[in-house]
């Protein structure tokens, strides 16, 4: 039996003091990924690609329908969404209006004469309807929220997510005790841009979602360890 609630608690659970600086971050985020959104590609090539890859194999993409990518960062995975999906429609947003914009300029120059709509929104509080996708993918934006903030987000993303449709999940992974090491000090040098590890905890938050767990992932790429998780509503 689940231990979280879908109702977003007072306090995280997650470890009380690091959550605390987790309440006042997303306009440092947004700061900080406006500021590098020109060079983000490098990260994604180095540590995301490979996860990206699985993710999309498991989160039944097919073409012609309606996708909606929550942060797409700097677009890699958007561009894969497009490629899967090319007569169909595809969304993406991200808090960052140059990670938004930078998506949709690319994709529109690289990939011509598909639906591809970016918008820079706060993934907590999507201007989307009710069942409005057929699956939704996030790639490591979780780590960057507060725990409030993970369980607002994991509801609104099944919120519009149609019956039965899919969401693809891609967490920092946090089976190598050295390198959650080396994680958690970075992240404490800079929070509002590496987040924290939060991996263990989330599938058991997307059942108290009501989200049934179809597949669960390890990849690792440079190093870097990643979880894909993929979910049913
Ligand atoms: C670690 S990057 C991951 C980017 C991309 N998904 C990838 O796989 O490479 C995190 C992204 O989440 C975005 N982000 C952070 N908080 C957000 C929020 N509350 N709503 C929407 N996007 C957010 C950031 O602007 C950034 O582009």
Known sequence: MSTFSARPTARGSLGSKVE??????????????????????????????????VALSLAGVADGMRVLEVTT??????????????????CGVDISPNMAARTQRVAR???????????????????????????VVCCYLLE????????????????????????ALVLIGQQDPA????????????????????????????????FELEHDRQVRQTLYPSRVVVAKR
């Open 20 to 53: 605390d600086t987790f309440r006042f971050l997303p306009g440092n985020t947004r700061r900080i990924y406006d500021l590098v959104a020109e060079i983000y590609p490098l990260s994604t090539m180095l540590f995301h690609s490979d996860a990206h890859k």
């Open 179 to 210: 390198f959650n090491v080396w994680y958690r000090f970075i992240g404490s040098i800079a929070p509002a841009f590496l987040g924290r590890q939060v991996e263990t905890r989330i599938p058991e938050m997307m059942e108290a979602c009501e």
């Open 109 to 135: 120059r690289r990939i011509p004469g598909v639906e591809a709509h970016c918008q820079a929104v706060d993934a907590r509080r999507m201007p989307f309807g009710d069942g409005a996708f057929d699956a």
């Open 144 to 167: 960057l929220l507060g725990e409030e903030d993970i369980v607002h987000t994991l509801a609104e993303m099944r919120r519009v997510l149609r019956p039965n449709g899919r969401l």
């Open 73 to 90: 960062g700097s677009g890699e995975m958007f561009r894969r969404l497009l490629r899967s999906n090319p007569n169909g429609m595809t």
